[in-house]
């Protein structure tokens, strides 16, 4: 009796294992494939306009159609490009200040995107932005 539990509890095990390995080798592929089990799609079209800065900060940009950025009112911050990949906005930076310059690609989660509103955090920081109007 104690045989026939010990042999069940065995190939119970066994199974359990395969699953997992099942699992892992599903999430390797996908990463292989650049693709993340978490990512959410971003509409890239609701990205492109220009965004205000609703802290006091005020640090406003633009994302164009053709893939270019803007900041529309910092001096010596200049972003150049923007691309998504998978959840996250990449926006390519040119920093003038101190007398040098460097390009360097910053990487935002996208938290929430609508037609008024986007949220990017990068790492513990949130930042909120509100699409500017005509008017504005």
Known sequence: ???TILGLLLLG???LGACKENKNTEEKK???EGVEKSEVLVNKQLLVGSWLDTSAS???????EDGTARSDNMATL???KWRVEGSKLILTVKSIGNGSSSIDEESYEIKTLTEEKL???NGDYAMEYTRKTVTE
């Open 30 to 32: 996908l990463k292989k």
């Open 58 to 64: 005020q640090l406003h940009f633009s994302l164009l």
């Open 119 to 121: 949220v990017l955090q």
């Open 13 to 15: 095990l066994i199974s």
């Open 78 to 80: 200049l972003y150049q």
């Open 1 to 3: 009796m104690t045989r």
